[in-house]
């Protein structure tokens, strides 16, 4: 099993730009999830999903959309690149209450 | 909504000494999670902890839950430098979200 995997790991965008943020899970998880890693901030969450076809949103999900077709597959999508998105993104599956993250994508916007 | 606060943010110490984190819920968990991030990497999950005054021990590391359930803590014995990293707790998923305790980084000066 790969597990969680997130693409692309390194991202460099201009203010104004959109982009999407992959995951992907192959352990047939119903819970999906994104975080953003700030220094000091802890892990806040974006938006979430308990299954295909169903998302919510969590903590900070202002300039953020999801969406989920399938079961392995939980895209997050910056609609307009900002200097305050600059952050480490996490994605997660569940099971039960252990959550499983991928190994992150370090997003910087100029 | 539940508040999971932890302490201390910040911890040095030298190789060889103790080390303990702790975690602190608003509200009664009905387990509670615990998660170690090394520098540049993703969270990786550690244990969970189920029962009330439950004590387990991955060698080094000892994990307690409180008799309430409330709170838990996190002890390192004899640090190493491989210890070194971000620890964190989190409690079950309630209302379809997890909750982070903040976070303690742990620096071990060799």
């Known amino acids: 099993n790969a597990g969680v995997t997130q693409t692309p790991k390194f991202q460099v965008l201009k203010t104004g730009q959109s982009m999407t943020l992959q995951c992907a899970q192959d352990?047939?998880?119903?819970?999906m999830s994104w975080y953003r890693q700030d220094p000091g901030m802890g892990l806040r969450l974006i938006h979430y999903s308990v299954g295909a076809g169903i998302t919510d949103q969590g903590e900070v999900p202002n300039g953020y959309n999801v969406s989920r077709s399938t079961t392995e597959d939980f895209p997050l999508r910056l609609l307009s690149a900002a200097p305050s998105q600059t952050s480490v993104y996490f994605c997660a599956s569940s099971y039960s209450d252990t959550q499983y993250f991928g190994p992150g994508t370090r997003l910087t916007v100029l | 909504g539940q508040q999971v606060m932890q302490i201390p943010q910040y911890q040095h110490v030298q190789e060889g000494e103790d080390f303990t984190t702790y975690c602190n819920s608003s509200t009664t968990l009905s387990n509670i999670q615990w998660y170690k991030q090394r520098p540049g990497g993703h969270p990786v999950f550690l244990i969970q902890l189920v029962k009330s005054g439950e004590v387990k021990k991955q060698k080094r590391l000892t994990f307690q839950f409180g008799e309430a359930k409330k709170n838990s803590s996190l002890h390192i014995t004899a640090t190493q430098t491989t210890d070194v990293g971000t620890y964190f707790c989190?409690?079950?998923?309630?209302?379809?979200?997890?909750?982070f305790g903040t976070g303690t980084s742990l620096t071990v000066i060799p």
């Open positions: 352990m047939n998880h119903e819970y």
């Open positions: 989190a409690g079950p998923r309630t209302g379809n979200q997890f909750y």
